[in-house]
């Protein structure tokens, strides 16, 4: 069912009439087909880019939607109701287009921001390695300034849309310790540069997820963002904006779920009442609507914060973290209301199920939100 939102003004309204116009005739239509045969929608976010749906937050000088995060998260979040793979990637494509608006140069941004946000080309975001996930510090990546430019050897992990993305933000150690790691945004096409074959993953089965292996590969001086050390404050306030794109999709994963369990419940009857008449079940329902409830108001809090100045970087782990748990709870909720029907490929649920449970892991851990959480509460 349609969710009845809170919009800002009428603009903001007719871009979530045209992103479920969308999302409906484009991307709900073969969902299914990609998901099980785990096969990569070729130009479909060409489609997006063209529609102004990929560069929403950036402003509409460089090609951008100009929309504030509140309106941004909610198109995620419906483009996530009906393919949770391309509203991540979707996500990690505004990721991925952060440290170059926020930190490149005027000629860095007038090279490539324009083409990442209308969509000619897409950017992935190359932070983990295979022994560095949480603790980004720890990174192993190591760029060496040589002939005007850098030699990079090392490995990274975990990148949606590696081997496809034709920009990829690359976080390599130039120095010792917490502050010698920097930020390049690195072609596809690089030499030295090879992708792993995809991850056999859990589920967001259609947009692929590799490693990328440099081997001495020459990176130019002109792609360097920010200065060198300054990689990892560049990748953590990037995070805190990704961390609320992933829960808006989470939500948007959730919101699926529970319409399927409705529409199941309405129709399915049980000693001759339909089972959404027990009250056994209906309460069910009601607890999953509370959590996509609380979850949407959660992100659209952190949103609001970020769209008006304001630190959000606590409200963006909570956000994160209660929508990624309400989403595990309640795709889990909507198998036990389907029963066995639930439990096959026959019935959506059991994907989404399946989806939700990486949103507890990437953009940082759950058991990371917490601790963000309780540094902030620490140091008040």
């Known amino acids: 069912m349609a969710v009845d939102r809170l919009l800002p003004d009428d603009e903001a309204r007719d871009l979530i009439a045209l992103t479920r116009d969308i999302a409906d005739k484009r991307l709900a239509p073969i969902v299914d087909e990609h998901e099980k045969a785990e096969t990569y929608p070729m130009g479909l976010f060409a489609e997006l880019g063209a529609a102004g749906l990929l560069g929403l937050p950036y402003p509409v000088e460089w ?23 391309v509203a991540v990637a979707t996500s990690v494509h505004g990721l991925a287009c ?20 209308n969509g000619k ?20 990546c190591r ?6 430019g850098y030699h990079v050897t090392g490995t990274k992990a975990w990148i949606t849309h ?59 001086t002109d792609r ?21 794109g992933i829960a808006a999709c989470a939500t948007g994963l959730a919101q ?38 609380s979850a949407r108001a959660t992100y659209l809090d952190a949103a ?27 795709t889990t909720d909507a198998v036990q209301v389907l029963g066995g029907n639930g439990y096959t490929r026959d019935f959506r649920v059991e994907r989404l199920m399946r989806e939700a449970k990486i949103t507890q892991i990437f953009e940082g851990t759950n058991q990371i939100q917490r601790l963000v959480i309780s540094r902030a509460l620490a140091h008040g």
């Open 256 to 293: 699926s779920a529970l319409d399927a369990a409705i529409e199941y419940a309405q129709e399915r009857t049980t000693f001759g009442r339909k089972i959404i008449d027990h009250q056994g079940l209906g309460f069910l329902l009601a607890d999953m609507a509370a959590a996509v409830d």
């Open 162 to 220: 590696g081997g496809i993305a034709d920009l990829y933000n690359l976080f390599a150690r130039t120095g010792e310790g917490s502050k010698g790691i920097s930020c390049f945004l690195v072609a596809r096409d690089t030499d030295g540069l090879t992708f792993g074959r995809p991850e056999e993953k859990m589920g967001l089965h259609a947009v692929p997820t590799t490693s990328a292996t440099y081997d001495d590969a020459i990176v130019d």
């Open 143 to 148: 760029a060496v300034p040589a002939d005007g």
């Open 304 to 330: 609001r914060r970020r769209d008006a100045g304001q630190p959000y970087s606590r409200a963006a782990a909570t956000a994160k973290l209660v929508a990624t748990d309400a989403a595990m709870k309640v």
């Open 121 to 140: 080309l897409i950017g992935a975001y190359s932070l983990s390695e295979p022994q560095a996930g949480s603790d980004a510090a720890a990174l192993n």
């Open 98 to 117: 952060h440290p170059l608006f926020h930190f490149g140069t005027d000629e860095q941004k007038q090279r490539w921001l324009p083409d990442l946000l």
């Open 224 to 244: 360097l963002i920010g200065v060198e050390g300054q990689g990892l404050p560049i990748a953590f306030s990037a995070l805190d904006s990704g961390r609320l």
């Open 63 to 85: 090609d951008g939607g100009g929309q504030p995060y509140e309106v941004y998260l909610q198109v995620l979040e419906e483009l996530a109701a009906r393919w949770a793979a």
